[in-house]
């Protein structure tokens, strides 16, 4: 997958540095977000979810928290690390399908 | 296989051909999904198989653009008089659709290029 964009936002974080992407969804109703990882060339990477009745989610290094008011989303990496380096996207779903918000590139400095 | 593939893994073509992307799901996953992915944007939803049938073709552009998925496991979208505009990745991704949550894991993408 193509994750090289020239207009992406963009966050830079120095390694051990905490990381935090944000994203707005635009359905009301959606009731299922996921943040998706992509690296250059590869396809996007399941990361962490959330339903929408849960306003936060940890994972391993990562916690996905929801605000339903002002219908937004964010990841939070913990201990950024270079191979965290890559664009993130979140998405919602819409009955079956992903809607993908715009994504952030990460970069990580050592 | 241990996850989705797709091939070709890049794809040139003149405009006005016809293109076939193939996709091999995981095996077992019984939804399809594919998405087109245009530089510096998230994938957009083309279309998704339950099993043979197409369940949800909204995203599909035009009728320039059609996708199978025959017995339920390889899809192939293919993209008939293609256009200078139709370059872009196209990813596919696959499902269990097991409960709520419902996982897709995505291919590699075919990256397509229309000259």
């Known amino acids: 997958g193509e994750s090289v964009g020239l207009h992406l936002p963009t966050l830079s974080v120095q390694e051990g540095d905490n990381s935090i992407i944000n994203c707005a969804y635009s359905?009301?109703?959606?009731?299922?977000f996921i943040w998706y990882k992509q690296e250059s060339g590869k396809g996007p990477q399941f990361i962490i979810d959330?339903?929408?009745?849960?306003d936060k989610r940890q994972g391993q290094r990562v916690t996905v928290l929801l605000n339903k008011t002002v219908k937004h989303l964010s990841l939070q990496i913990a201990a950024t690390q270079p191979g965290d380096s890559a664009v993130y996207f979140c998405?919602?779903?819409?009955?079956?399908?992903?809607?993908f918000g715009t994504g952030t590139r990460l970069q990580v400095f050592p | 296989g241990a996850g989705v593939s797709q091939t070709p893994s890049n794809k040139v073509t003149e405009k006005g051909k016809y293109v076939e992307l193939r996709c091999d799901p995981i095996?077992?996953?019984?939804?399809l999904y594919w998405y087109r992915q245009s530089l510096g944007q998230g994938p957009e939803f083309l279309i998704y198989?339950?099993?043979?049938?197409?369940?949800?073709d909204s995203g599909l552009p035009n009728d320039r653009f059609f996708a199978v998925r025959p017995e339920g496991s390889v899809s192939t979208l293919k993209i008939q008089r293609t256009e200078r505009g139709d370059s872009a990745v196209y990813l596919c991704?696959?499902?269990?659709?097991?409960?709520?949550?419902?996982?897709?894991?995505f291919g590699p993408g075919t990256r397509l290029t229309v000259l």
């Open positions: 959330i339903r929408s009745n849960m």
């Open positions: 998405a919602e779903r819409d009955t079956d399908k992903l809607i």
């Open positions: 095996s077992g996953h019984t939804a």
């Open positions: 359905n009301s109703a959606s009731d299922y």
């Open positions: 198989f339950q099993g043979t049938g197409a369940a949800d």
């Open positions: 991704a696959s499902s269990y659709r097991q409960g709520y949550q419902d996982e897709q894991f």
